[in-house]
């Protein structure tokens, strides 16, 4: 599945925000994604393209110029998700809204389909139930299994 118009933009931005000519960019988009042209870039694709931008001094911002924060860290909790299953959560919701989506997104989620308000809450038992969801979410939508 490739990437949404919001991810094309996205991508064009960084390129322009870099300052990368456009021989430059399609050079990119060809060693990274096998592909010559920003439409054709699939979903799986764009995170990687986008951590290039990234080190190359490009930082996503919010509507009103704020750098966007990261989402929060959380360490060891007893009776809590691990540090490992947060991350895999995210990274799963990130792929099921194809990149679009945070952590107020993945919190109303938990609310309606387990009655957690956020990731921070979902116990450690419960974590494992959330990320099979998600999986079959994910393989329902077309997108095989994460990893």
């Given amino acids: 599945m490739n990437?949404?118009?919001?991810?094309?933009?996205?991508?064009r931005t960084a390129q322009r925000k870099v300052?990368?000519?456009?021989?430059?960019?399609?050079?990119?988009?060809q060693r990274i994604a096998g592909v010559r042209s920003t439409k054709d870039v699939h979903r799986d694709d764009f995170k990687t393209l986008l951590g290039e931008f990234e080190t190359k001094g490009f930082t996503r911002r919010d509507p009103?110029?704020?750098e966007r924060p990261r989402a929060r860290q959380l360490g060891w909790r007893a009776g809590r998700a691990s540090p490992d299953q947060v991350t895999?959560?995210?990274?799963?919701?990130?792929?099921f809204t194809d990149g679009e989506g945070d952590d107020r997104s993945l919190g109303k989620w938990l609310e309606r389909t387990f009655g957690v308000s956020d990731?921070?809450?979902v116990g450690y038992?419960?974590?494992?139930?959330?990320?099979a969801a998600l999986r079959a979410m994910l393989a329902r939508k077309g997108?095989?299994?994460?990893?």
């Fill in 64 to 66: 009103k110029g704020r």
């Fill in 125 to 131: 038992g419960q974590g494992q139930k959330v990320i």
């Fill in 143 to 147: 997108g095989g299994q994460a990893a």
């Fill in 88 to 95: 895999y959560i995210r990274d799963l919701w990130s792929s």
């Fill in 19 to 29: 300052g990368m000519e456009d021989a430059d960019y399609r050079a990119m988009l």
């Fill in 3 to 11: 990437i949404t118009k919001k991810q094309v933009a996205m991508l």
């Fill in 119 to 121: 990731v921070a809450f």
